[in-house]
């Protein structure tokens, strides 16, 4: 078993025009390598990351306080302290936080740690590869892009 406290662990801040927010990376402070988890905190206003979704790891969001919303393929929902949402491996489980309200929105963000993984970005037309560390992992990966959705070439290509 390994422990840790929360404050123990130092923030990572994130800051790119409408996606700005802090977060602590507990599962790599005690080296889990199987199941991610890390502490969210979105100031009001601002978004987390880009709309996505994963193919081999399935997400969980825990709010710990504030009020916001969950993008979904369905549109927003509303998130508010003791939400617990469960997005699956798959573009039904496709999502981004949103912080529409007036404090700083706190959540626990899980995952399992599968790879490989292919995380698509759909309002980027974008998707990303991770083999060898999945997405939030923090072992060397042997293969890890991102790519166009619609760029292509044929197998015997060159």
Known sequence: MKKTNESAVEWTEYDREETAFRR????????????????YELPPGMRS???????????????LSGDGKLETEDGLEALSAGDYVTLPAAESGGHRIVNDGDEALRYLAMSTMNEPDVTVYPEMDKFGVFVGSPPGGRDERTVHGYYNIDDETAYWDE
């Not at 602590?24 to 502490?39: I, P, R």
């Not at 709309?51 to 825990?62: D, L, P, Q, S």
């Open 24 to 39: 602590k990376e507990l599962s790599s402070a005690v080296d889990a390598a199987d199941l991610g988890c890390s502490l």
């Open 49 to 63: 990351w880009p709309y996505h979704y994963h193919t081999a790891n399935e997400e969980a969001i825990y709010v």
